[in-house]
């Protein structure tokens, strides 16, 4: 996901601003809500903030969205240079069963599934996460840390027993892996997102690329509008 990163209120709060634009079969209102709110109220949990030489920034996410036609998408991508655009296809189900961002880390297009229960179970923030850049942890295994697991932990991930599928199963066992619910946005993660830029700066910074696919049902790419 592509965004861009602004000083705010009076060079307090640095402000990270997306807009999603979502088409496809299932893309409607009531599901853009639910995605929006999870993703707006996950990152702006922590309160995370930011700080150099004495001066100290609070990281605020306005992430705002919009439904448009698969034409509108096709029209929108074709000319786009705005980091804040982002195009995501909203299906029921793809080739690959489970939603995804682009080609890279970064990407401004992705292909989510209603089937992965956008907005109620943390794949949207999770998704979210990967297209600010954010890569799975090298280390999948939480155990003992007795904190909820981060929000780029992976499916599969072994974590303390009250935050599995199953609290009584054997980790790593049927039922003894994450239960995606449980994630939450850690500070460290927010950080991790402006490593690459200078909250600081007076001038836009810029998140993530811009390859501006636009993706079949299926999740195929169509020829790259860039």
């Given amino acids: 996901m592509a965004a861009v990163a602004n000083l705010r209120d009076n060079n307090t709060t640095i402000e990270i601003s997306a807009t999603l634009f979502l088409y496809g079969s299932e893309a409607a209102t009531e599901i853009g809500e639910l995605i929006i709110k999870e993703i707006n109220q996950m990152y702006n949990e922590p309160r995370a903030k930011v700080h150099r030489m004495g001066m100290s920034l609070e990281v605020r996410f306005n992430i705002r969205y919009a439904i448009i036609s698969t034409e509108e998408a096709f029209t929108l991508a074709s000319s786009n240079r705005d980091h804040s655009s982002n195009?995501?296809?909203?299906?029921?189900?793809?080739?690959?069963?489970?939603?995804?961002?682009?080609?890279?880390?970064?990407?401004?297009?992705?292909?989510?599934?209603?089937?992965?229960?956008?907005?109620?179970?943390?794949?949207?923030?999770?998704?979210?996460?990967?297209?600010?850049?954010?890569?799975?942890p090298a280390n999948p295994d939480f155990r003992g840390t007795y904190t909820p697991p981060p929000i780029m932990a992976a499916r599969g991930s072994l974590v303390d027993p009250e935050y599995q599928w199953n609290p009584l199963a054997k980790a790593g066992e049927y039922g003894g892996t994450m239960k995606p619910v449980y994630r939450k946005v850690r500070e460290e993660e927010v950080r991790e997102i402006l490593a690459g830029i200078d909250p600081f700066s007076p001038e836009t910074q810029l998140i993530g690329y811009l390859s501006n696919n636009i993706f079949d049902r299926t999740g195929k790419p169509y020829p790259s509008l860039s």
């Fill in 87 to 136: 195009f995501i296809r909203i299906e029921n189900e793809n080739t690959i069963t489970r939603s995804f961002m682009g080609f890279g880390l970064g990407d401004n297009a992705g292909h989510w599934l209603t089937s992965d229960q956008l907005g109620v179970s943390t794949t949207a923030a999770h998704e979210f996460g990967h297209c600010l850049g954010l890569d799975h």
